[in-house]
């Protein structure tokens, strides 16, 4: 007599799973997912060496005003300071939404320019919107990274990792994609990049969000069930990039690879909802003892005035009086605080060796295939390479800095000054080149510039605090595009030009005679890539000074407070019950 209807039964039922899926989605986990596929759509940029052919042959560019456009595009990637500071004073989905709507808006029209359905831009005018463009990722990084940075304190090496990898991974994600849906046609890869990266920012745009920091003890476990995902991912894509070059793929072929592309993508899914659901019976448990609680109210009522003087104290001093007045490494600086202090100049010259030296090498990837003579398949296996070593390169220093930092005190910028050597090789090879030596490079060089980024905004948030770490981490790649811009454009864009009209004149020919200017011959690249080796070898040398300067610092426990936070966290949550 006392039970309930079936139909009253499967309505509780029913209710019970309702309940279920919006604690999923308002989730920590589900957070990190959303993260997760935002990020594998925000490398569009990396793509540019497989479409800058067809820019470069639909408009007439020659070799310098498409390293020009290569540049704009480093610079609207890595200046996200006004993303940044539009996250100061913003909720985390209006900065998502600024972005979509600049990526759609910057990439559709380069396709309507290159497909011809407007009037042939003027260069200036393809500038701005590579720019805008590639400036979306910046909102992307800002809304999604930053926020998983802020939930996950503890674990920011690896998060960061993770985060940067799908980043890498997303240029290799997006090819598998785009020869499903278009086949083998660059332009139809251009309008890929306009509305897949935008829709995805759409429909996570209000799951991501910045939530109370929670301890949880298995958080590294999940972290790594993560990895092993996407370590499958990157591996299936390397396989598919290796086996398209030699097979001949049919369109059922493709849209199967990216089926499997597709479902590997949401296997974290199925990882948060497992942590959700532990989460959502723990919560579903009685509470301890309520009894003893009501004896302690009084000491919460006598703790509020102390905290409140604290913040009337603090807008005392001028934020431009206590810019030389730096707190100790780790606690939180102001914005002017961190971006005149030492430690960030050091970090802007190394940045700008070795970030510069990699964009450099990576936007001429193209060329440098059909320099050595290369076919056109061939090149585009280089540029997937470079994305998935890239991705590998994020991973591992984002896993073994954090695992190195945490057992042995291994400070992250040692870490910083071995990859920068090891850029160096990268270089080296594409300079001296042998037959095949440029797998090897591309490998190298994806690596290396994948392995610096995790490492230089994890020195970021653990030299100057989390506080303004929206603005600060943004500041800190400032570096890139500027040493781009020297290394790309006035170096390596001048000497292949260079070489190129040499081959014209030993011919009979002038400059007008063709429409584009093509070098072949492993000299083209050899001096300016010699130059690259040598700046960034320079960029090492500077990146252990603050080897030598933050010594100390890394010797302590840098997340001590971060766990003393969490737990008193914890505790009043538990008195509160």
Request: aromatic content about 12%; proline content about 4%.
């Amino acid at each position: 007599m006392g039970e309930a209807p079936i139909g009253s039964r499967g309505g509780l039922k029913c209710n019970e799973h309702f309940q279920f899926a919006v604690h999923v989605v308002k989730g920590r986990w589900f957070t990190v997912f959303a993260s997760f596929l935002i990020m594998a759509g925000a490398g569009a940029t990396y793509l540019f060496g497989t479409y800058s052919k067809v820019i470069k042959s639909t408009l007439g560019y020659d070799q310098s005003t498409l390293n020009l456009l290569g540049f704009f595009k480093d610079l609207g990637a890595n200046v996200g300071v006004l993303s940044g500071l539009i996250a100061e004073v913003t909720p985390t989905w209006f900065v998502l939404l600024v972005g979509s709507a600049m990526n759609f808006t910057g990439y559709f029209m380069i396709w309507l320019a290159v497909t011809s359905r407007i009037a042939k831009p003027k260069v200036w005018q393809m500038c701005l919107y590579i720019c805008i463009g590639a400036n979306s990722q910046n909102f992307a990084n800002t809304g999604a990274l930053v926020t998983c940075v802020k939930n996950f304190p503890e674990s920011r090496g690896i998060m960061l990792g993770l985060l940067k990898g799908f980043v890498g991974l997303s240029g290799a994600v997006m090819t598998q994609v785009y020869l499903s849906i278009y086949g083998n046609d660059a332009k139809a890869l251009i309008l890929l990049i306009g509305w897949l990266p935008a829709a995805l920012s759409v429909v996570f745009v209000f799951t991501i969000r910045t939530m109370k920091v929670v301890r949880q003890p298995n958080e590294v476990r999940v972290f790594y069930h993560f990895l092993y995902v996407s370590m499958v991912l990157a591996l299936f894509l390397m396989a598919m990039t290796i086996t398209q070059k030699f097979v001949a793929f049919s369109h059922a072929a493709y849209a199967t690879s990216a089926t499997a592309v597709c479902f590997l993508l949401f296997v974290p899914l199925f990882i948060a909802i497992r942590e959700e659901l532990v989460l959502w019976n723990l919560k579903k448990q009685p509470p301890i003892d309520i009894s003893i609680e009501k004896i302690e109210p009084p000491k919460t009522e006598i703790q509020p005035p102390v905290s409140s003087n604290k913040e009337e104290e603090k807008p005392t001093t001028s934020c431009f009086l206590n810019i030389f007045d730096k707190p100790p490494r780790g606690e939180d600086y102001t914005i002017l605080q961190a971006l005149l202090s030492v430690d960030m100049l050091i970090l802007f010259l190394a940045t700008l060796g070795g970030l510069g030296s990699s964009l450099t090498a990576i936007d001429n990837l193209g060329q440098i295939g059909e320099s050595l003579g290369y076919p056109a398949k061939t090149v585009n296996s280089f540029v997937s390479l470079v994305s998935i070593w890239n991705y590998f390169g994020r991973v591992f220093s984002g896993f073994v800095s954090e695992a190195l930092l945490v057992k042995y005190k291994f400070p992250r910028p040692l870490m910083m000054t071995l990859v920068l050597l090891l850029s160096c090789i990268g270089y080296l090879i594409i300079a001296f080149p042998a037959p095949g030596s440029v797998y090897i490079a591309s490998i190298i060089i994806g690596f290396s510039f994948g392995a610096q980024l995790p490492l230089l905004f994890a020195i970021i948030s653990e030299l100057f605090g989390l506080k303004y770490y929206s603005t600060l981490f943004n500041c800190g790649q400032l570096a890139s595009p500027i040493g781009s811009y020297i290394l790309n454009v006035k170096t390596t864009g001048l000497l292949y030009d260079r070489e190129a009209l040499k081959q014209l004149a030993s011919k009979g020919l002038t400059r007008s005679a063709v429409k584009e200017l093509t070098c072949i011959g492993s000299h083209c690249y050899r001096l300016s890539f010699i130059i690259l080796a040598a700046v960034t070898l320079f960029g090492a040398l500077v990146s252990f000074v603050l080897v030598i300067r933050t010594r100390e610092f890394y010797k302590s426990d840098i997340y001590k407070k971060f766990r003393e936070n969490a737990e008193a966290a914890q505790t009043q949550k538990e008195e509160q019950h």
